[in-house]
């Protein structure tokens, strides 16, 4: 078998024609296959056909493709039998997800298809070895994982079973570049990149708010406007439905053996069990309902801002806050630190009583007392300070509230909208991009995917603003690193072990691709 994309004259076969196949069809029509489409349900392949002629005949309407090639587009996908499979190249599943039903259906198509048809599955839960186990010629089911809707999501994971061979992973690699995806390559593993990695996006939301760091809200504008997230986990998971949210991450849990990094969510269960599921249900975290009120983020607008600060050795990557309280007129003295204050980002800003730092992991009160720091105030982790609209912040108990309001209002003159946050370990989005790139650099060490393609993965799959390797090359893995190891100290919980691949570079400054 050549490892090249498959050609475009070579017919294509998608079983299944429900939210997921009808895409993929089209998708493979668009990039010029023949495409033979077969439901179990009568007329659901038609009817997935026609909806797609009109969903092409909409984009001609905009000027999007030309009408000649939107009607040549449609006039490719036909429905079809099992039977009619037998001159396709590649058949890609998207049946209900049940392994039994998948095995049944890959065995009857064995006889069917020629011996150079590749088998594909878009399962997105169910082992892909397991699913070709028993097969004539198991090396030639791989998994052609899709995102929803598959038309536009950019992301196809391509997953090896243990007997895939690695001529068919590559071909579907290609096949997947040629028809405008990026693909990932993966092996066969609970969840596989996409749905592994993100678990701590949901899994540290839930941990922070019922820790009581701050309300959902509050914690959604964190994540988008400091995180860079397009989605704070809140709104995201009432966007996909707690019921599947939770399924997921239960799948994962059991399928990694009771993993207490993927363990869920007790408060995300009361809300399934209650019913609020989200948007489709009209109402999960937030209310939907005709009428409700979507609750804003706190917001500290503080009092009595001071003109002058001093700051005190190097913020590292937050320097830019320096920047921006000059732009505002306010007069910042540099002085050297402390030998310790040398690092990058262990430098404070002296801002009236108060000492401003970033989080390191640890709890401003203890670590007010650990660092002699009297009147402690931590900020967040944020993409770009340059930038950023919001910073979470959180108070030690030593600090009082006066000085906390002197912070707040001195950072809202540099046009920081200023979250409180609960003295929470690692605060919000420093503890939740930890727990990413912990979560990536296991599966690299693990060699589930290589370190490029989990950045392509949570890239173009679920639209991270940058991957957990990028943010580990930006931000500094050190920085990681120490608030993986604060983060286990704090909790003692096996849940924020550091992956040994961290511990292993992170003391050397390389990044995961040295
Ligand atoms: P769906 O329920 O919308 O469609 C499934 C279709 O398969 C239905 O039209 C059904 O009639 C047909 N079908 C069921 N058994 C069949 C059989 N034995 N032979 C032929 N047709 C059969 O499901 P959806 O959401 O499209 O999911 C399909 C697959 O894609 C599943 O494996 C799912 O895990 C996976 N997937 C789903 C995603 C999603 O967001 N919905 C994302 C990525 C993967």
Known sequence: MSDRALDASVPVGVIGAGAMGAGIALVAAQAGHAVRLVDAQAGAAERAIAQAAASLEALAGKGR???????????????ATLGDLAGCGLVIEAIVEDLDIKRGLLRELEP????????????????VTAMAAGLKRPERVAGMHFFNPATRMRLVEVISGLETAPEVAQKIHRTAEAWGKHAAYARSTPGFIVNRIARPFYGEAWRAYTEGAAEPATI???????????MGPFELMDLIGHDVNFAVTQSVFDATFGERRYAPSLAQLELVRAGRLGRKSGRGIYDYRDGAVRPSPAVEPGAEPVTRVIAVGSLGIATPIITRLERAGIDVVRVQGPREAQTPSSGWLEIGPAHLMMTDGRPATRRATEDAHEHLVLFDLALDYATTPRLGLARADQCGMGAFRTVCATLGQAGFACSPLDDVAGLVVLRLIAMLVNEAADAVAHGICSAD????????GVNYPRGPMEW????????????????????GEERYRTSALITRKGYTGAGFHG
């Open 453 to 460: 393609a989990i950045d392509v993965a949570m890239r173009f």
């Open 112 to 127: 069917i298809v020629g011996d150079g048809c590749i088998l594909a599955t878009n399962t997105s839960s169910l082992s």
């Open 220 to 230: 959604d504008a964190i994540v988008r406007d400091c995180g860079g997230f397009p």
């Open 65 to 79: 493709l030309s009408a000649a090639d939107a009607a040549a587009t449609a006039a490719r996908m036909r429905p």
């Open 472 to 491: 580990s090359e930006q931000v500094g893995l050190r920085v990681f690193a120490r608030a993986l190891a604060n983060l286990r100290e704090h909790y």
